[in-house]
Structure formats: structure tokens, C-alpha cells
């Protein structure tokens, strides 16, 4: 199962203050929903592949998210409130007693922008057509292997997937080959949105038919998109905006002018210019009620990788070591090079919006004399660790900043910088000779478990390509990711908050930095704004002043 390594150099916060005293949650939804209007969004680089087998991330989930009604879907609503788990064309579900078999019934209401039904037939279609080889899909298909039936068609040795069956009209069924504890949460990407029959297999990819609040009415590839109302749009989410028009090709620089001007409502993913957003924060504030400058939560986590094949971290020996160095950082300074307001200082594993924090580890600066005591009950105390980081500038001055710090309770780093493609591959080789590592990583939906999963379980360590680049194996870790994987719901998450908390106090595999931000500066005329935390900005909840 795929999920994103974050390659790009995300910023943090210069000043947390103005943040902290602005509050959390962005309240562009002030605004009341005015109906109408034309939402005008720019972007530099062309939105992407909108072809919901093939599309993955930015620009393409933003739009999907407004064109698209799936089986179970996100609230309209930011930070952990939007990653709440809801059903949106399922009408009432039941599983199994082996966990095994969801049996779906669908709500009758849900059309296609073309007046044709949405029915059980348009979600199995969906499905086919990801794991059919000539889609190469894999995205969508690393989601889908425990499907019963699914390796085989994506194999080529099957003509559809035996586990997903149309059993009426309005009834779908889904067979697993293991009891999944994540399978509702996996339902609401958007590589599962229904598609209308006899939608082409084509890796090139085709405009999706719009089963949402809007459609795709217009797609030229790097000019534009447009978006309208779906006319038979039946479900519980707004459609404010008349129409979404997003024109590629605006830079940075000319993102600013024309939102200063109020002749482009948005530019996503990248915004404006980032040396800018410390004059917009003073001049528009952050986050006041019908304000012009954002900041939202990200479900994103950049740590400091400790490698457990390494001596220096090696066995409950080393224990000691990792908390000592967890209890040394000044997190404030390592992510001060970063930019300004681009993130959150943490010391916990999960996002905000998967996890809670506790606060184990000092947020605001040192705390050496607990560096100390703990280094002293190390088996090995290293005076040299190598670590591994990107040669981008602000990488450059953030080891700086940690070559000082952990000097201070007596270890000297020995930094090899590399650009961002060659320190992944380099990472996710097992037996590269990196003590600590600085990475990243995104949660593509809404489950701490197969967040934690993915890059702590023990199991999944490859001698290439391994997403554990701290090549943690803990037997009692990796008995607590199995236990999770029986629950579901609120027992799932709270059982994945409970691993995190205690992995961070008792055996730590990194030293979390920071979680981070998204910055948005929006028009005059842009209201209701509203930041999904797994899609970006909200086009369908969008409205004009």
C-alpha cells in the first residue's frame, strides 16, 4: 500500500504567537453562503491527471472532491473535525462476522451530471477498472490488493474482481481475503469514485463524469478546468459557487498581484511567493472571520529518522540515547529556517489530525539537563553520528542549528547533504551508513493505524525500498499494529493514539520536528473559505462575497 514520502522543503513557523493567538481553525466559514458567482483559481503547473484512477493529490483531489460523491466520504470541515469518516452514497452497511464481507446499500438519490443513476454497477466499475493492467493504475491499485480477487485481474489472469459484486441494483458487496480495520477510511479516496458505464480503460487517462456537487463541464490541458453545478446533484453537500474556473500557468509573483487585485480568488497548490506571507499576516491577520490569510493544519510529520540498524540505536541499550536526543533539540530553532508560519513544533508520530498531543518532550527550547541524565544511561555514548538531509538551503542552515545543539550534550554530526530524490533512495536502503536521517510523510486518509503501520512496523523493512528508513523492528510495537488491525472506528483510532503516545515515552524510533502548515491568501471577493486537511481547498463549500 502506497502513501506519500513528502519530498518538498515544507516551511514552519518563525512566529507561533501571532498563530497561537489567531487559533487553530481557519474561520473563513464565517461567511454566510452566498449562492452564485464565478471561484476563480490559479495554478502554475497544470492541475494533473483527473482521471480519478490515475489522479493522486494536490490540484486533481481538490477537484475531485467537488466533482465526486463515494461511497464514504470527508465532512466539509477543516482540521480533525474534516477527518471524520462519514457515509455519503451508502445509505447502511453490514460486515461480517469474520470481519471479511461489507455489504453496502446505496442511497437512490445520486445522479451523474448526465442524469444517469449512480448505482452498485458504478462503484464495481470503478474498481475493475483500476486493477484492469491496461489502466495502470497503481496508485489506486496498491489500496485494493486485499480485495479477494483483485491481484488477479491486475495480474492479467482475471477479467473482473471476484470479491466486488453487484448484488442488486442498490446493493454492493465486497469481499476481503483479511479482516481490514482501515476499509471505510481507504473507500473515501478518490481513486473510488464511480464512473459511468462503459467509461473507457485508458492509461491516458479521461475526464471523470461529475457524481457530485459539480462536474468537469471543461478540461484543456496546462490552460484550464472549469467547473459547474451538477443540475442533478441530489446529495447533503453545499454547492455554493455558479462556477469554478482555474487557469494554469500564474506564477508566484503574479499569484500575489492578481489576488491583491482581486482578479484570481486562489492560487493552489503553491500559492504566493513564501517571503510574502510574514507582510500578508500583518496586514490581513491570520485566520479572523472573513479575513484574506489562512493557516491550516496538515496531516504531515517531518522527524528526524533514528537508524535502529546503526549501534548508536541499536537495542533497549540505546534507549537512553534516543530520549536524551528527543529531550536536546530546540525544535523552535531547527525549523526557524523553514519560513514563517509554516507549521507546528511536535514531539508526537501522528498528524494533529490523526493523534493527540501529550506533550512528552520540551516544545519551546532544550531541555539539557534531562539530555544529560538520559545520555548517561546509554549503553554506547557516541561523540559522532552521520546524518543524511537535503542540500536545499534552508536543510543547509537547519543542520547547522542541530550540529550545535547536539554538541551541547557531546556529539558532533558529520552531515552529507543530497538533493531530495537521491537522499530517499539512499533512506530507503537498508544497510546505508546514516545514524539519523531528516524526512517526511503525509497520511493519504484518515487512520493513524496504517500511518503508524507503514513506517514503524518491523515487517516491512526491505533491503530497498523500505518506508521504515528507521528500520525499527519491535516485536511488542509490531503485536500492537496486528491487535489495531482487528478494531475499527473510534477503538482503531484511540488505539492508534495510545501506540504513538507510548512508543514517544518509552522507545522512541525518531525525534518528531514539526507538522505542517498550509498558507493561503485568497481574494477580497473569496468567501467561506475552507482547507480540507487530505484535499486541499474546498471548492464545493467555496462561496463569493
Known sequence: MRRRRSLALTLLVAGLAMFAAAGAHPAGGADEARKGGILRMGSFEDVGQLDTALGYGGPSWAITFATCAKLFNHPDEDGAAGARVIPEVVRSYTVSRDRRTYDFELRRTFRFHTGVQVTAQSFAAAFNRNAHPGQKATDATGFMREIEGAQAMIDGNAQSISGVRVVGRYRLQIRLTKPLGDFPQRLTLPFFCPVLPGTPVDSRGVDPAGSGPYYVAEHVVNQRVVLKRNPFYRGDRPANVGQVVWTVGETREACLVAIEADRIDHCFPFGVPSAAYGALAERYGVNRPGGQFFVSPAPVTWYLAFNHDRPAFKGPGQIPLKKAINFALDRAALVRPLGYLAGKRTDQILPPALGRAVGIYPLGGPNLAAAKRWLARARIKPTKLMFYTTSAPSSVAQSLALEFQLKQIGIDLDVKYFDAATLVEKIQTRGEPFDIARDGWAADYADGGSFLETLLDGRRIRPTGSLNVAYFDDPPTNARIDAAKQLTGDARRK???????????????????????????????????????????DLAAACKR
Open 495 to 537: 488505539a492508534s493514539e495510545d501506540l504513538d503516545v507510548e512508543l514517544m515515552r518509552t522507545n522512541p524510533p525518531w525525534a518528531p520536528l514539526y507538522n505542517t502548515f498550509n498558507r493561503s491568501f485568497v481574494s477580497k471577493s473569496f468567501g467561506c473559505f475552507l482547507y480540507h486537511p487530505f484535499y486541499g481547498v
